[in-house]
């Protein structure tokens, strides 16, 4: 029951954060059962090791601090109305409420004794500001092993050898065949009428479809949550993010916070600063926010796939919308697209019901007698894309259909289609005469890739002025804080040789062979450090040892603590409600 609970109040928040777009399979690779699990076990050792350090929160304390939440305040003074709204919204008892809080104090104040001889030393702040703020400009020759193929010789044995160790990469993927009947909306469009008066009606409802997009200058402040982050980093990702929409509710200034605490590299330094911009070029799901604000409004935090938003809307302009006359035509043209995929829609239904009311199925039959013709998919692959709106999607779904079984209506964009198996082919593993030509091609490849980095070795030890006459290409300055090196982001970690490419370095990208060294570094001034970067990076660097020392601690209890977990019961496919874990000093 602990587990269960616990369980289900975390794939609650998930589920409230992405909505739709939680799978199970992003379930999965979240390992949320084994993510509470150790949740639940580490507060667990905190509540007993705190306790026996003579930590506690007594009832005036957690009054306290419940009272100081910026949620529950109105004009500056806590709101009982406040506080039972958001209660009920999180649908949380108050005793539920104030036993995580009194947790949470708990787990803060254990927090607090742990980490308090942690320092961070200026040097370290000064180190941290420069891996930040320098910049680099490398220098790199391009090797492309193509060349190096053409006098490589591939012998039958090598071919051979290479297929017994390779097998697997050969591997024929499962294939499916599909007939299919398709009914495009352009059939019958000319059986629709659309009149003037509908028209009309229309443009007044979709103005903003017609025209020339408006353009917001809005600023942002960007709390990024790493892709596959644990609900730990969520959740503290989230709190941040509320503390600084609640400093700026609070009347902090928005730019300086922006610059402060934002993760947006191209808006950071410029107090969040996005410039104009259209729906378009925004983040997803941060156009429609925009929509609903007025100039100098404040919203957030707003959950996007890059992490959290608070959001600044400075001004609004242009939204032009073209008169109904310039677009009568285009407006009707659209009016009569979308009643003549209706259309299509129906027949396709109509097709679907009918033929999966036959007795026995006859696709061909079917289609014959109604006029209409068959067509042939295939054989196709699972992720495969034959140029229609969803048909990855589809293929997916057909696979779960065995031979001669009819599929679903599928909106294929212009119209619908409906389809049947015709055929399914497992997965194998090929002949080595089906694969040779590709092994020989991927052999030579691999070799050639030999021969450029022999080259590219050679090249990497030859003077400065050797190299200099080789033409070098230069990735221009860069910070260590962009997501990737300019021109060679094909390089995996790059960045973290930066230290150490006064000499110049070797390296395989995706398809070329490069030379790299390290043209210019320039060191920020130490100076430009403003008081607020200077202590937002000591609150960062803080932060990281003080997290180290707690997962050392933790590591470390759970040796003296008995904790003991029916894992069967938490196997996969079994409900949460069935886990029991049984905890107590060993």
Same mark, same amino acid.
């Given at each position: 029951?602990?587990?269960?609970?616990?369980?289900?109040?975390?794939?609650?928040?998930?589920?409230?954060?992405?909505?739709?777009?939680?799978?199970?399979?992003?379930?999965?690779?979240?390992?949320?059962?084994?993510?509470?699990?150790?949740?639940?076990?580490?507060?667990?050792?905190?509540?007993?090791?705190?306790?026996?350090?003579?930590?506690?929160?007594?009832?005036?304390?957690?009054?306290?601090?419940?009272?100081?939440?910026?949620?529950?305040?109105?004009?500056?003074?806590?709101?009982?109305?406040?506080?039972?709204?958001?209660?009920?919204?999180?649908?949380?008892?108050?005793?539920?409420?104030?036993?995580?809080?009194?947790?949470?104090?708990?787990? +803060?104040?254990?927090?607090?004794?742990?980490?308090?001889?942690?320092?961070?030393?200026?040097?370290?702040?000064?180190?941290?500001?420069?891996?930040?703020?320098?910049?680099?400009?490398?220098?790199?020759?391009?090797?492309?092993?193509?060349?190096?193929?053409?006098?490589?010789?591939?012998?039958?044995?090598?071919?051979?050898?290479?297929?017994?160790?390779?097998?697997?990469?050969?591997?024929?993927?499962?294939?499916?065949?599909?007939?299919?009947?398709?009914?495009?909306?352009?059939?019958?469009?000319?059986?629709?009428?659309?009149?003037?008066?509908?028209?009309?009606?229309?443009?007044?409802?979709?103005?903003?479809?017609?025209?020339?997009?408006?353009?917001?200058?809005?600023?942002?402040?960007?709390?990024?949550?790493?892709?596959?982050?644990?609900?730990?980093?969520?959740?503290?990702?989230?709190?941040?993010?509320?503390?600084?929409?609640?400093?700026?509710?609070?009347?902090?200034?928005?730019?300086?916070?922006?610059?402060?605490?934002?993760?947006?590299?191209?808006?950071?330094?410029?107090?969040?600063?996005?410039?104009?911009?259209?729906?378009?070029?925004?983040?997803?799901?941060?156009?429609?926010?925009?929509?609903?604000?007025?100039?100098?409004?404040?919203?957030?935090?707003?959950?996007?796939?890059?992490?959290?938003?608070?959001?600044?809307?400075?001004?609004?302009?242009?939204?032009?919308?073209?008169?109904?006359?310039?677009?009568?035509?285009?407006?009707?043209?659209?009016?009569?697209?979308?009643?003549?995929?209706?259309?299509?829609?129906?027949?396709?239904?109509?097709?679907?019901?009918?033929?999966?009311?036959?007795?026995?199925?006859?696709?061909?039959?079917?289609?014959?007698?109604?006029?209409?013709?068959?067509?042939?998919?295939?054989?196709?692959?699972?992720?495969?894309?034959?140029?229609?709106?969803?048909? +990855?999607?589809?293929?997916?779904?057909?696979?779960?259909?065995?031979?001669?079984?009819?599929?679903?209506?599928?909106?294929?964009?212009?119209?619908?289609?409906?389809?049947?198996?015709?055929?399914?082919?497992?997965?194998?593993?090929?002949?080595?005469?089906?694969?040779?030509?590709?092994?020989?091609?991927?052999?030579?490849?691999?070799?050639?890739?030999?021969?450029?980095?022999?080259?590219?070795?050679?090249?990497?030890?030859?003077?400065?002025?050797?190299?200099?006459?080789?033409?070098?290409?230069?990735?221009?300055?860069?910070?260590?804080?962009?997501?990737?090196?300019?021109?060679?982001?094909?390089?995996?970690?790059?960045?973290?040789?930066?230290?150490?490419?006064?000499?110049?370095?070797?390296?395989?990208?995706?398809?070329?062979?490069?030379?790299?060294?390290?043209?210019?570094? +320039?060191?920020?001034?130490?100076?430009?450090?403003?008081?607020?970067?200077?202590?937002?990076?000591?609150?960062?660097?803080?932060?990281?040892?003080?997290?180290?020392?707690?997962?050392?601690?933790?590591? +470390?209890?759970?040796?003296?603590?008995?904790?003991?977990?029916?894992?069967?019961?938490?196997?996969?496919?079994?409900?949460?409600?069935?886990?029991?874990?049984?905890?107590?000093?060993?």
């Amino acid at each position: 029951e602990q587990f269960s609970k616990a369980y289900t109040d975390a794939l609650r928040v998930y589920q409230e954060r992405f909505g739709q777009a939680l799978t199970p399979e992003m379930v999965k690779r979240l390992d949320l059962k084994n993510t509470v699990l150790d949740q639940m076990i580490d507060e667990y050792i905190i509540e007993v090791d705190a306790k026996d350090m003579g930590i506690q929160v007594t009832d005036e304390d957690l009054q306290q601090a419940i009272q100081q939440v910026p949620a529950f305040k109105e004009n500056g003074t806590f709101s009982m109305p406040l506080y039972r709204r958001y209660l009920e919204y999180e649908r949380l008892t108050p005793p539920e409420f104030e036993s995580l809080q009194r947790k949470s104090l708990l787990k +803060q104040r254990f927090l607090a004794v742990l980490a308090e001889n942690v320092t961070v030393p200026r040097q370290e702040v000064e180190a941290t500001f420069h891996f930040v703020k320098d910049t680099y400009d490398l220098s790199f020759i391009g090797i492309d092993p193509l060349p190096f193929a053409k006098d490589i010789q591939v012998s039958q044995g090598q071919v051979q050898k290479y297929y017994d160790a390779n097998k697997e990469r050969y591997k024929v993927l499962p294939k499916i065949t599909l007939a299919y009947i398709d009914f495009p909306a352009a059939r019958y469009v000319g059986s629709v009428e659309v009149t003037q008066d509908e028209a009309r009606d229309y443009y007044e409802s979709h103005k903003s479809e017609f025209g020339t997009p408006a353009k917001i200058h809005a600023r942002q402040i960007l709390i990024k949550v790493p892709e596959g982050a644990d609900s730990k980093v969520l959740e503290a990702k989230g709190e941040l993010a509320k503390k600084i929409a609640g400093d700026i509710g609070a009347g902090q200034d928005f730019a300086s916070l922006a610059v402060k605490y934002s993760e947006d590299e191209r808006t950071a330094a410029k107090g969040g600063d996005m410039g104009d911009v259209t729906r378009d070029s925004m983040p997803q799901g941060l156009a429609g926010v925009f929509d609903s604000m007025k100039p100098g409004e404040v919203k957030g935090p707003i959950r996007s796939p890059l992490g959290f938003h608070i959001l600044k809307l400075e001004g609004k302009e242009g939204g032009d919308v073209t008169p109904f006359e310039q677009v009568s035509s285009t407006v009707m043209e659209t009016l009569k697209f979308q009643r003549a995929k209706y259309m299509a829609k129906d027949e396709a239904n109509t097709a679907f019901t009918e033929l999966y009311e036959q007795p026995k199925l006859d696709f061909e039959g079917y289609a014959k007698k109604k006029g209409l013709a068959v067509k042939v998919l295939g054989p196709l692959s699972e992720g495969d894309n034959f140029g229609v709106q969803g048909s +990855q999607e589809m293929i997916k779904k057909a696979f779960t259909f065995s031979p001669g079984e009819i599929g679903e209506v599928v909106d294929a964009g212009g119209g619908f289609i409906v389809y049947m198996v015709t055929r399914k082919e497992a997965s194998r593993i090929p002949a080595l005469k089906e694969v040779s030509d590709r092994i020989t091609a991927d052999i030579s490849k691999t070799l050639a890739q030999e021969k450029a980095k022999e080259y590219a070795g050679k090249l990497a030890s030859s003077s400065p002025e050797q190299l200099i006459a080789q033409n070098p290409s230069s990735t221009g300055e860069f910070s260590r804080t962009m997501d990737a090196v300019p021109k060679l982001s094909t390089i995996p970690k790059l960045k973290d040789d930066l230290d150490s490419l006064h000499k110049p370095k070797v390296y395989q990208g995706k398809d070329m062979v490069y030379v790299v060294w390290l043209k210019s570094r +320039q060191m920020a001034d130490i100076k430009t450090m403003n008081k607020e970067q200077e202590q937002a990076i000591m609150k960062e660097l803080f932060s990281r040892k003080q997290q180290m020392i707690v997962d050392s601690y933790l590591e +470390q209890a759970r040796k003296k603590h008995k904790i003991t977990i029916e894992k069967d019961r938490l196997a996969e496919g079994k409900a949460p409600r069935q886990g029991r874990i049984a905890m107590g000093m060993g």
